[in-house]
Structure formats: structure tokens, C-alpha cells
């Protein structure tokens, strides 16, 4: 007879899953299984995430330190580095102004793409198996993690159905954008807080709105006629709580990457003066709650990150300004309705619309862009519609930069984006990245209009899904290109460096890093960022002016050195070189340095080497010098 009793709109799904029969105490297995039970289908949806974003991947995982992603290795070895000296807090030994690069001066993390979060999160994976392993790791789980939040925002928030949320958090998690800034972009493909921050926001509104959450599924149920138990009035606590959320929310992305928070906000901020606009009696309502919520959040995440921003924007090495052109990095107009070459059928002819392989943002397909477009006329003028295609066009517009191009050519025509240009701290994100906002609002569009047919009948309950099952068919992603890289020297894998410089001491290994060549970050890296070394790959106010710029200065040294490396030849050394040397160790406040055997040119990088300190000692497979 119970099974078929009515069910009551609002009753919790999960109480159709609990046995009667009581849970012993303390019995954490049997509280396990019943938690998998009431979720077994998001269970599923993430394992198919995981597997999906494990194949993407897998070209990394026979030899993680062994293996590079081919189109951008030269940031998978920065980001390596960055996990390494992320780790470094779990023993104790890291602070915001890190040592252990451009020596002396080192390196502000604050004003770089450090991931700082991960990196403390992931730091026993990365003591203990190496941050190759741990780059891996994250370059799957970012991109499976951010699917699986949406799917759960869809599911949870938009009532959508399972289906229909699993597709649109497929194109969130992979689509072409995503792909493409997983060539060692670790910063930018960490969105799964991104739904978390969007709940929190929508939780928040409706809290405030005083007529209770009446654009939720079942709020739209009470307000038909049912007795749950909906409120009249402010819900402070509800208020309360996400705001404190939010703040916690917003925190945590700051440290794993504020480009994203800064994309969210922009998003957000569009959709919600769209979304009111379209309903002025909810924004009449709300709005003194929410706005009231909002300064609270921005109040509470402030105690917090005040410090943190300050060191990035004024501290020491902090900088204020970004050092990428907007007019180069700018989206191809022409981009928007071709296939991402790093797709199943995309081409590589269309790799010349963008700057490179890591900034694939636009590649959605004429198919994908023409199915939504139909999806948002069909679903009419609900608010949620109007603040998507808002969100929509006005990020796609950003991301065209100050002046229009189109087929690889600049028009006389001014983007959008030629309003933000030059703002303090805006112009530190590239345009082509305003692009990555469109995939989650199209994702929504898509959800809204596939839930809508599947829930339906007649034609549009087949020929939405088919629709976008066709146009989802050319955005999906290929396997990412992996490559071989060289093995590093048993100096550094076997810590033979240790006799060369003590733990914390500065080893300068020949050639120097540079931003185009930083092979040799590598071994710091493999020693958990024990040691410091000159120079590198960093972002720095070493620029004109103080203003922003990847690497610093060389110095006459390294630079000598660096000329040896890439010209061979064996140069004329005299006092004045060597008197040169000595300073230039001296600033560095060089413990010793180190030539790996197999370096290119070694054989002349040794002789210059013996003229400026003395005859080297062989260290494993190194020749090192003692200054």
C-alpha cells in the first residue's frame, strides 16, 4: 500500500532510500553505503567524468616525470615548480616572497599563477611521488571536478535532469576552452569551486527574497497550492550562511586562481543586471537583502585576503599591471564558429585564429553556436534565458579585444573590450579568457532547453536531444599530445647536490633558466624546491618602469654563459671576466655550480667555466665549481 501512497511535492528524495531499520552506532561503513545509495547516479556521472578525463590525460601517466605536454611544455616545468615549492608548507618552509628563484631577490607567488591552494592541498602527493605526479594528477582532475560541480549545480539548483545535467556539465568540464588551458594552465581549468560560488550567490537571493524561494522547483509547488513550509519574510539565517560561504568560496579561489574569480565575477555581474531587469518585482524584493548579503561576503573575505592582495599588488616584487598586449591576444572573430583543432575532427589549419594551442577559448563550432542560439528562442523570454544570452554575448564581446579581427585580419572596428583597456589589475586578463565565461552560460541554455523537452512530449522531446547530442558531436576533445622530455641528472635524482650546496643555499646549474628555456627549474623541482637558484621563469616588475615582465634581467655572467650555451665557442677570459664572475656569484649568493653531463655544448661550457672559478669537481654525472 505504501508504494503507491501519493508522494508529497516537497518531500525529500532521500527518504524514499532510508531503511526503517535503525543504523548501528558508530557504524561508518553502513552510514557510507546508505550516503552511496541516495547517490549512486552522481556517482556514475562522476566516474564517467573521471574516465573521460583520465583518457584525455593518459598520455602522461606511463612516466610522469618522464612525459611533457607537448604543446606547452615550457609552463608544465613552471607549474612543476610551483607545486614543488607549494609543498614546502607542509614542512614549514614557505612564504609568500619565496627564495628559492631570481636569487637573491626571489619571487612574489601572490603576483603569479602559483595555485597556491592545490599545491598545499596536493603536497603529501607531491612529497612523496614528485610534482610530475601531482601535475598529472591535477591536469585530470580539474577538468573531471569542474564537470562534476556543474552536474550537481544543474541537478540540485536548476531541477534539471540528469541527462540533460550531465551533458551541459560535459561541455563545462571539456569543452574546447577547457581542453585547450589544460596545456599546463593549471590556474585556469580549477573551476569546480566556480558552482559553488554560483549556488552560493542563487542561495543567497533567494533567502532574501521575501516571498521564499519561489523560482525553485519545488518553492513553484508550495506556491501552487502546497503546505510546505515556505516563508514569508527574510530567511537572515540562510542569508547569514551564504554569505560566510561565499566569503569562504571566494578565499579559496583566490588562491588557486584569481583570472577565474575575476571571469565568475564579470559573468555574474552581467547575468544579475539582466536577470533583474527582466524581473523587477523580484529586484524590488530582494534586493536590500541581497545587496546587504553581498557586503557582508565582500566584508568577511576581505579580513582575509587583504593582506594576501596587498603583497601581490604593493609588496615586495608585487606588480599592478599585466605584461600581455590585449590587441594580441585577442579572439578571432572567425574563431567562434570553427572547430577547436584540438578536438576529434578539428583541423590544424585553425590553430592560425589563435595565438597558440593553450588559448583554444573561442573554438565552439557553428553547430554548437547555431543549436544554442535555436535552444534559447524556444525556451522564450524566462529571466533565466534573458540573463544567459546577456552573460553570453557579453563575454564572447570581451573577449574580441579593442579592435575587431576577423579571418586573421584587424578591422577598423572597435571591440568592446576597448573599454576596460588599460583599467589597474583588469588588464592582467588576457580577452581571448573572457570566452571561458560563454561555456557555462551556454551549458545552462543547453540544460534548460534539453530538461524542457525531456519532460515534455511530441516532436521537440526528440528533436532537442538529437539537436544537441549533433551539435556536442564536433567539440569533443582528442586526447592531449604528449611528448618524451630528457631524463635529469643523478646529481639531482640521487641528491648528490647536497654536497654541492646545503639545503635553502643557492646551486646555480649552467645554462641559467630563462622564461623560453627553463629546463633547468627542473631540478630544483626534483628536489622539492630545497634549494634556490638565479633567474627563471616568473612574473616580475622587472619591465620598463617597473612594470611587469617574465624573467628578470641577466647578469653579465649568465648572459656570458648563456651565449656559450646556444653558440658554442670557447670566448677570451681575462681578470676582468673573472673579477666579474666573482661578483656576480657574490650577489647571487651562489653556494656552487653545476654542469649536467649530456648539456648541449658542455665540452665549451666546462672550459669558460674552469677560467672563471678553477679547475671542477665530478659529482655523479656533473662537473660542479665551489665559489
Known sequence: MSSAAPTAPDAAPEQALRSDAPTPAGSRWARLRSAAARNRADLLVGLLFAALAGWLTHGLWPDPAGRVLALNPEDQALYEWFLAVDSRALLGDFGLLTDRLNAPDGVNLMANTTVIALGVLFAPVTLLLGAPVTFALLAGLNLAGTALAWHLLFTRVLGARRLAAALGAGLCGFGPGMISQTNSHLHMTAQWLVPVIVWLVVRLLR??????????????????????????GLDR?????????????????????????????????VMAVAYALADRALLRRALPGFAG?????????LLVLGYPLWFQFAGPLGVTDGMFSPHYFSADLSSWWTVSPLSVVGSDEAARLTTGPAEYNTFLGWPLLVVTAGCAIWLGR??????????????????????????????????????????????????????????????????????????????????????????????????????????LPEFVTGG????????????????????????????????????????????????????????????????????????????AIGDAERQQAARDADRWGASCFALAEGTPRADDLRAVLDQLYGPSTRIADAWIWRV
Open 293 to 301: 548579503g553581498m557586503l557582508l561576503a565582500a566584508g568577511l573575505a
Open 496 to 571: 648528490h647536490w647536497r654536497e654541492c650546496v646545503r639545503p635553502g643555499g643557492v646551486l646555480v646549474p649552467v645554462p641559467l633558466p630563462t622564461p623560453k628555456e627553463p629546463w633547468p627549474m627542473r631540478w630544483a623541482t626534483a628536489a622539492d624546491a630545497a634549494f634556490g637558484m638565479p633567474e627563471g621563469f616568473f612574473i616580475g616588475p622587472y619591465g620598463r618602469g617597473d612594470t611587469a615582465a617574465m624573467g628578470t634581467w641577466k647578469r653579465p655572467t649568465s648572459a656570458l654563459l648563456t651565449d656559450v650555451a646556444q653558440r658554442g665557442g670557447r670566448p
Open 207 to 232: 533567502a532574501a527574497d521575501p516571498l521564499g524561494r519561489a523560482g525553485h522547483p519545488r518553492g513553484r509547488a508550495r506556491d501552487a497550492g502546497g503546505s510546505g513550509p515556505d516563508r514569508v
Open 237 to 269: 539565517r540562510r542569508m547569514l550562511t551564504s554569505a560566510v560561504g561565499l566569503a569562504a568560496a571566494v578565499s579559496v579561489q583566490v588562491f588557486i586562481g584569481e583570472e577565474v574569480l575575476f571571469l565568475c565575477a564579470v559573468t555574474l555581474l
Open 382 to 487: 524566462r529571466p533565466l534565458v534573458i540573463a544567459c544570452v546577456a552573460g553570453a554575448l557579453a563575454m564572447g564581446a570581451l573577449s574580441l579585444g579593442p579592435d575587431v579581427v576577423l579571418g586573421g585580419d584587424r578591422t577598423t572596428f572597435p571591440g568592446p573590450y576597448a573599454l576596460l583597456d588599460g583599467l589597474p589589475v583588469v588588464d592582467g586578463a588576457l580577452p581571448m579568457r573572457f570566452a571561458l565565461g560563454v561555456l557555462p552560460v551556454a551549458a545552462t541554455l543547453l540544460v534548460l532547453a534539453l530538461d524542457r523537452a525531456l519532460r515534455g512530449a511530441g516532436t521537440a522531446r526528440r528533436l532537442v536531444p538529437a539537436a544537441v547530442g549533433i551539435a556536442l558531436l564536433p567539440v569533443l576533445p582528442a586526447p592531449l599530445p604528449t611528448a618524451e622530455r630528457p631524463a
